[in-house]
């Protein structure tokens, strides 16, 4: 396996060449919407659908110009003829240009969500087969109780899944376009041609908006993209904090001929699970980059437009990336069961305290002196390196209310199991 990643598709979506393309399509289909409302000739129509703009005449225009959208006008606008005034016809930049950039942002919410399905199938899988592999469950890093490598799965592919209603949601709130001239009155372009256009596009047109489509919607869409970086985020550096030599109960894949040190030949480093941490943080700084774009002066400036060139792709990018990422190593996940025991049994039975502590309660001792009991039976074992289940079962303050039977069955590990398949059930996870 290691790295499935191969795909160029996210960064032909942020390609110059996909963003102009879609100017184009944009600016025709607004001339379009003009011709059916009587103001351009159909002879002109004709002519205006056969456009196209000329890359190399672009860029000599915009290094004299300064101006991305009078460039690729005026590199159009070359290869026509009179008709080609009816380009651009009541519109300013940001119609074009913000609108072009939801159908983007679009297409890449698109490919993303194909990632995380990915994903969300890898962790279906890995839950499923390890739904009652018994491991430790640990809070504050301690020893806690026993829990199943399978619930750990199933709460990940929760959690991804929520990440994909998310980027559905996201994806709605930017699928708007905007054609309503320099300050959003439509004075010079009507609601009827936005629609029109808007239509085509299969977007919604923005119901308010001044010169640009409001930022709100990119900090929103960007912000998703950071949340669910953060899921895998999490769920890398649990992974990375599993493969710990100490602990080493999963390990990312590591194939024949791979190094994971320069000086040490016997290092397998978890390497690929902390790159997906280190671009989940690079992610998250540019969700705030968004949100400062929010405001803008007057009817708008462009203090967001540079920004956006970056954070956009960027973000993008690196989010189908480590979800790519991250699915191939979930997919090739080394499991070693007989380690999660072997660490179960770390703590010499520590982890039955809260059981044998709710036993006493049951046998009618009060809580303060059943856990006094048990409180200070582990101490022992902490302290001592004794067995916890011989202290209880040899402590007469024990033993005195709980039969020889009972204890066994305390000490029984299934007791852990006996629900996940009610989770499983309740999380529709089968």
């Known amino acids: 396996m290691i790295e499935r990643y191969s795909r160029p598709k996210m960064k032909s979506v942020w390609s110059d060449k996909n963003k102009y393309d879609k100017w184009l399509k ?8 003009w011709n059916k409302a009587g103001l351009i000739p159909d002879d002109d129509i004709v002519k205006i659908r056969k456009a196209n703009y000329d890359f190399d005449l672009f860029y000599e225009i915009l290094d004299r110009t300064k ?5 690729f006008l005026q ?5 026509l003829g009179p008709e080609g005034r009816w380009l651009h016809q009541g519109l300013t930049t940001s119609d074009v240009w913000d609108t072009a950039t939801s159908l983007q942002l679009v297409e890449a919410a698109q490919l993303l969500d194909f990632e995380l399905e990915q994903l969300e199938s890898a962790l279906k899988h890995t839950a499923v087969k390890h739904k009652n592999t018994l491991m430790m469950g640990r809070t504050h890093g301690v020893h806690a109780e026993p829990i199943t490598f399978g619930l750990k799965m199933a709460l990940w592919w929760d959690e991804v899944k929520r990440g994909r209603t998310r980027l559905h949601e996201a994806t709605t709130s930017i699928s708007v376009g905007k054609f309503s001239g320099p300050v959003g009155t439509h004075a010079t372009v009507s609601p009827s041609i936005e629609k029109d ?13 001044n010169q640009v489509i409001q930022r709100d919607r990119h900090a929103h869409f960007i912000t998703t993209l950071a949340l669910v970086a953060a899921t895998l985020e999490k769920i890398a550096t649990e992974i990375r904090g ?7 109960e999963v390990e990312e894949p590591f194939t024949e001929g791979q190094t994971g040190s320069s000086s040490m030949p016997h290092k397998r480093n978890p390497e690929l699970t902390e790159r997906v941490c280190g671009l989940a943080r690079l992610i998250r700084g540019h969700s705030i980059t968004a949100m400062e774009n929010v405001a803008l002066w007057g009817e708008r400036d462009i ?26 190593v979930i997919e090739g996940l080394r499991i070693y069961e007989d380690r999660m025991l072997e660490n179960m049994e770390l703590t010499r039975g520590l982890l039955f305290s809260q059981r044998a502590m709710l036993l006493l309660v049951e046998k009618g001792l009060a809580r303060e002196d059943s856990y006094k009991i048990v409180q200070e ?5 902490w302290d001592d390196g004794l067995d916890f289940r011989k202290l209880i079962s040899n402590d007469r303050r024990v033993t005195d209310i709980v039969s020889a039977e009972e204890l066994a069955e305390l000490f029984d590990y299934s ?4 629900y996940v398949d009610d989770i499983f059930d309740k999380a529709s996870l089968s």
Do not use: W
Not at 67 to 71: G, I
Not at 75 to 79: I, L, P
């Open 26 to 33: 944009i600016e025709i289909a607004v001339c379009e919407a």
């Open 67 to 71: 101006h991305d959208m009078t460039a």
């Open 75 to 79: 590199s159009t606008t070359a290869n």
């Open 197 to 209: 256009v808007c239509d085509f596009l299969g977007l919604s047109p923005a119901p308010v908006s």
């Open 242 to 248: 599993l493969q710990r030599t100490e602990i080493r």
């Open 303 to 328: 203090s967001h437009s540079s920004a956006e060139r970056v954070i956009l792709p960027d973000s993008c990018m690196a989010l189908d990336y480590i979800t790519n990422l991250l699915t191939g």
């Open 377 to 381: 039976n582990s101490m022992k074992t």
């Open 415 to 418: 007791h852990y199991t006996k």
